[in-house]
C-alpha cells in the first residue's frame, strides 16, 4: 500500500509499536516515519507506506510544534521524571514573567548537548543503549534553532509551548531552564502538535486506523525549502537522465500532471543529477 498517513500516537506506547499496528491494520511491511516519539510522549507521527518510504530523506523536519509539561526540583539522568532522580533541592518561588525572561535566552540559534538517552549513534551504538548499561559518555554540542519558547503556569504546573528545529531534545531545555534558574527541572509531558504546517489536529487514533485513516498528499509532507518543479521532459526525469536548469537551489523535485517524479541534486558540472526516484 503506498500512502502517508497522520496519526496520533498515545502515551504509553513506543513509535514503533505503532508502527507495527499499521502494518498490521494496512498489511504493509515497508513502513517509515519522520520523527521518533519517545514512549511516554504523545502526538502527532507521519508514517510513510510502501514506495512513499522513498521520500524520508526529503520530508518535513523543521518547525516541530511541541506542548510540554516540567516541575522544579529534581534532576533525573533522563531529563524527565520517568528516569533515576540524581539530585534534588527545594526550589525556589518563580513569577511566570521571571521564568518567560530566562526562557528567552534560548530563542535564535544555539547549542545543544543532546542526552544520554538519546537515539544518536556514537561509534555505531545508540546512547540510550549505553545509558542503560550505566554509561555516560561525553557527547558533542550540535546547532539547533528554537523559535518560540512560551511559558505559562496554570494550576500550579509549569507549562512550555515551544517550536524548534528537528533534532531539538525538550527535555533539554527544560534541563536548561532549570539551570539557568539555578534549579532542577524535568520534563513530566510532552506532545508533539505540528510538524512544518502539518497539525496534530488533522491525525487519526490508533482507535481509527481501521475505519477513518487521515491520508494525506506527498506534497503536504515535502520539506518546503526543496523547490517542486514541472518537468518539461516526464521521459528523462523518469529514466534518471541529468538536466540543466537556470536555478541555484542544490536540491530539487520533479513533478509531472500531480505526479512526484524524483529528486534531482546540483553537481559541480552545473547539471542537475538524480539523486533518487520516488516514483
Known amino acids: 500500500m503506498d500512502a502517508i498517513l497522520l496519526l496520533n500516537k498515545p502515551a504509553g506506547m513506543t513509535s514503533f509499536d505503532a508502527v507495527s499496528r499499521c502494518r498490521r491494520v494496512f498489511h504493509e511491511r515497508k513502513i517509515g516515519h519522520c520523527g521518533t516519539l519517545d514512549p511516554n510522549a504523545s502526538g ?25 509539561t516540567f516541575v522544579f526540583g529534581s534532576r533525573t539522568d533522563s531529563g524527565d521524571i520517568w528516569g533515576q532522580v540524581t539530585d534534588q533541592k527545594t526550589p525556589s518561588p518563580h513569577s511566570q514573567e521571571s521564568v518567560q525572561e530566562a ?16 537515539a544518536i549513534k556514537v561509534n555505531g551504538r545508540k546512547l540510550y543503549e549505553l545509558a542503560r548499561k550505566g554509561i555516560e559518555i561525553e557527547r558533542k554540542p550540535r546547532p539547533i534553532h528554537v523559535s518560540r519558547m512560551q511559558i505559562s503556569l496554570e494550576d500550579d504546573i509549569w507549562h512550555l509551548d515551544a517550536v524548534v528545529s528537528g533534532g531539538t531534545y525538550i527535555r ?8 539557568a534558574l539555578g534549579e532542577y527541572a524535568a520534563m513530566s509531558s510532552l506532545c508533539r502538535l505540528g510538524i512544518e504546517s502539518v497539525r496534530l489536529d488533522q491525525a487519526c487514533t490508533l482507535e481509527q486506523l481501521e475505519t477513518s485513516p487521515v491520508f494525506v498528499s506527498p506534497e503536504t509532507i515535502l520539506d518546503p525549502a526543496i523547490p517542486i518543479l514541472e518537468a518539461l521532459d516526464e521521459d528523462s526525469v523518469i529514466h534518471g537522465r541529468s538536466v540543466r536548469l537556470e536555478a541555484d537551489d542544490p536540491l530539487v523535485i520533479f513533478r509531472n500532471s500531480g505526479q512526484i517524479l524524483a529528486a534531482y541534486r546540483k553537481e559541480e558540472d552545473g547539471l542537475y543529477h538524480c539523486q533518487r526516484g520516488l516514483l
Open 44 to 68: 502527532l507521527m507521519i508514517l510513510l507506506l510502501g514506495r512513499y518510504t522513498k521520500f524520508l530523506p526529503y520530508c518535513i523536519s523543521n518547525h516541530k510544534h511541541y506542548h510540554a
Open 103 to 118: 526562557a528567552n535566552r534560548f530563542l535564535g540559534d544555539t547549542m545543544q548537548v543532546p542526552p544520554m538517552v538519546s
Open 172 to 179: 533539554t531545555l527544560i534541563t536548561d531552564l532549570g539551570d
